[in-house]
């Protein structure tokens, strides 16, 4: 019998798809060793490009067969599984996980993720600025103004901005063109990807930077993080916090990778 990652993978029925939190999920059980000798790429009716384990095709948890018609894509996601040493580490398998998340869980709640993504354009990062100091202020109006710009060019959406801890009421207008754009995308790859990016930054807006070709990954990366490495700046280095967050890099270029090849 073909054999999938762990079952522990997918959601309990009813709950939530969250595409970044299934992709985090570590499992608690020992890892299973590695059971296949070679891993290649071949035909199958669920894709010219077919990840196949020994010759036969690798699976889903949910018994998905993992075949594209995306050679690029097909291609990325058989080196993850050609780099498993010893033993089946999800942790070391972002791509899979992911697609697995797509696969099995995103495309049974395809509303529900659109409306989960879509909740960004009502409370998105870049809409919120510091008060002070002066310096951070001039950094965040120089650089996230651009891309509410290119929003309104792109979108017709109009988004205001504010500083402190108030909420900011968005006009509903705009609010809702970003969430049609949302909507658009219904292929359960690129919208667990799109809905990565958005939880991953904090930011509809850049994600759809990305999705769109306006930023690349380390831009919009680097305008996500801009507060905090302004306070690093200021504070030195925090090495913990830069751990985690190449942790989570590892997770957006997989969601980048799906995107570029799906969207």
């Known amino acids: 019998m073909t054999r999938?990652?762990?079952?522990?993978?997918?959601?309990?029925?009813?709950e939530p798809i969250d595409p970044v939190a299934m992709a985090r999920k570590d499992l608690k059980t020992s890892l299973p060793k590695r059971f296949w000798?070679?891993?290649?790429?071949?035909?199958?009716?669920?894709?010219?490009?077919?990840i196949l384990l020994d010759g036969r095709p690798a699976r889903t948890p949910a018994r998905k067969v993992l075949g594209f018609e995306d050679e690029a894509l097909a291609t990325m996601l058989r080196q993850e599984w050609a780099d498993i040493a010893e033993v089946i580490d999800p942790a070391q398998m972002p791509l899979t996980r992911l697609i697995n998340s797509a696969l099995?869980?995103?495309?049974?709640?395809?509303?529900a993720v659109q409306a989960d993504a879509g909740r960004y354009a009502a409370s998105d990062l870049l809409f919120y600025r510091a008060e002070h100091p002066e310096k951070l202020v001039e950094r965040q109006s120089a650089s996230?103004?651009?891309l509410l710009d290119w929003v309104q060019q792109r979108y017709g959406a109009r988004f205001v901005t504010g500083s402190g801890v108030m909420f900011v009421t968005q006009p509903p207008e705009a609010v809702d063109l970003l969430r049609k754009a949302v909507a658009q995308v219904s292929n359960p790859l690129p919208l667990a990807a799109l809905h990565g990016l958005t939880t991953?930054?904090?930011s509809l807006v850049l994600a759809l930077a990305l999705a769109e070709s306006r930023c690349?990954?380390?831009?919009?990366?680097?305008?996500?993080h801009l507060d905090e490495d302004f306070q690093m700046e200021i504070w030195g280095q925090d090495e913990e916090a830069l751990l985690r967050r190449a942790q989570r890099f590892r997770e957006a270029q997989a969601a980048a990778s799906l995107l570029k090849c799906t969207f």
């Open 4 to 14: 999938s990652l762990d079952d522990d993978l997918l959601p309990h029925h009813g």
């Open 37 to 50: 000798k070679e891993v290649t790429l071949g035909p199958h009716e669920a894709g010219r490009f077919t």
């Open 104 to 111: 099995d869980g995103v495309s049974e709640q395809i509303d």
């Open 216 to 224: 690349s990954l380390a831009e919009i990366w680097a305008l996500a």
């Open 144 to 146: 996230w103004d651009p």
């Open 200 to 202: 991953l930054t904090g």
